[in-house]
């Protein structure tokens, strides 16, 4: 069974820096393509960040690019995305996703930036 | 960017109805459009992909069609389970944006 597991997420002031993980298992990570994408508080989805399965092909959303930092552990089964120099308006549910056409979620992480 | 809209934004149904739901790219996508059932405090779940090919494990009476610019998603007769918001996206290129949501409630 395919199960991704967020968390990292809490709260955090603006201009901190949290990181997130998501823990993957019931499927070959490596082989994978790997997204996040975000949710505010009752808006809708956004992606965010895109990672290949052997993580060297990589892209951003512009909201994010410079600030956030995607990446992989596949000998781990972990994914990965390190938040700088956080926003009031990155406060959101974070969700990892499997494939492009993200066929499996995880349940999220809420991130809150507050002060 | 492509942009994605989804028309209506909210739409109300009762149980058994037919209900299309259309989804709009800003510039063609051939065939990479996704579509997404949410409901209150849950991660998303794909229903279609690739426009027209149901999801594992996903009710017949939902469907897909379309291809380039206009998208539409069918659920045949609607049920109880049914009633919740749902999001078309694209995954021809990055960012591979979402429709705004169509939120279908209970008449």
């Known amino acids: 069974e395919v199960q991704l597991v967020e968390s990292g997420g809490g709260l955090v002031q603006p201009g901190g820096s949290l990181r997130l993980s998501c823990a993957a298992s019931?499927?070959?990570?490596?082989?994978?393509?790997m997204n996040w994408v975000r949710q505010a508080p009752g808006k809708g989805l956004e992606w965010i960040s895109y990672?290949?399965?052997?993580?060297?092909?990589?892209y951003y959303a512009d909201s994010v690019k410079g600030r956030f930092t995607i990446s992989r552990d596949n000998a781990k089964n972990s994914l990965y995305l390190q938040m700088n120099s956080l926003r009031a308006e990155d406060t959101a549910v974070y969700y990892c996703?499997?494939?492009?056409?993200?066929?499996?979620w995880g349940q999220g992480t809420l991130v809150t930036v507050s002060s | 960017d492509i942009q994605m809209t989804q028309s209506p934004s909210s739409l109300s149904a009762s149980v058994r109805d037919r209900v299309t739901i259309t989804c709009r790219a800003s510039q063609s996508i051939a065939n990479y459009l996704n579509w997404y059932q949410q409901k209150p405090g849950k991660a998303p779940k794909l229903l279609i992909y690739a426009a027209s090919s149901l999801q594992s494990g996903v009710p017949s009476r939902f469907s897909g069609s379309g291809s380039g610019t206009d998208f539409t998603l069918t659920i045949s007769s609607l049920q109880p389970e049914d009633f919740a918001t749902y999001y078309c996206q694209q995954s021809y290129g990055t960012p591979y944006t979402f429709g705004q949501g169509t939120k279908l409630e209970i008449k």
């Open positions: 990672i290949s399965g052997s993580g060297t092909t990589i």
């Open positions: 019931g499927f070959t990570f490596s082989s994978y393509e």
């Open positions: 996703a499997k494939r492009r056409l993200a066929d499996y």
